[in-house]
């Protein structure tokens, strides 16, 4: 399964506006594929952003349960570099023109790249 970063963003952007955790019905709204969305928050867990729990039944490892707990420190720094819609189109269209797929860590460096030349253009 590909890393969707718009989905990534998604999460937590919908994380940071929930004052309490979030289940299924709302992650469910966000991306209807429960393995798809399984998949991205491990992988985000894994990576440091949130925290979570997600449970597979034992047969054919389907979810059943899903539970976005809490962004980690980490998460809201990545947050931070990808809220702006215009800065994550602007450098969402930089990094797929010029490699294609990007890992995280490029991703939040190209925005924050992407925020430091808006604002110098505001300053000029």
Request: no cysteine.
């Amino acid at each position: 399964m590909k890393r969707d970063l718009d989905l990534v963003r998604a999460i937590l952007i919908t994380a940071e506006n929930s004052d309490e955790p979030i289940g299924d019905d709302v992650l469910l709204s966000i991306e209807p594929d429960a393995k798809k969305m399984a998949y991205h928050l491990e992988l985000m867990q894994a990576h440091g952003l949130i925290n979570v729990t997600v449970k597979y039944d034992g047969l054919n490892k389907t979810p059943y349960m899903l539970k976005l707990h809490s962004v980690t420190w980490e998460g809201y720094d990545y947050l931070d570099a990808i809220r702006s819609a215009r800065v994550w189109d602007k450098a969402k269209a930089s990094m797929l023109g010029a490699l294609g797929e990007v890992s995280l860590s490029l991703a939040k460096e190209t925005s924050l790249m992407v925020a430091r030349q808006l604002i110098q253009q505001q300053l000029s």
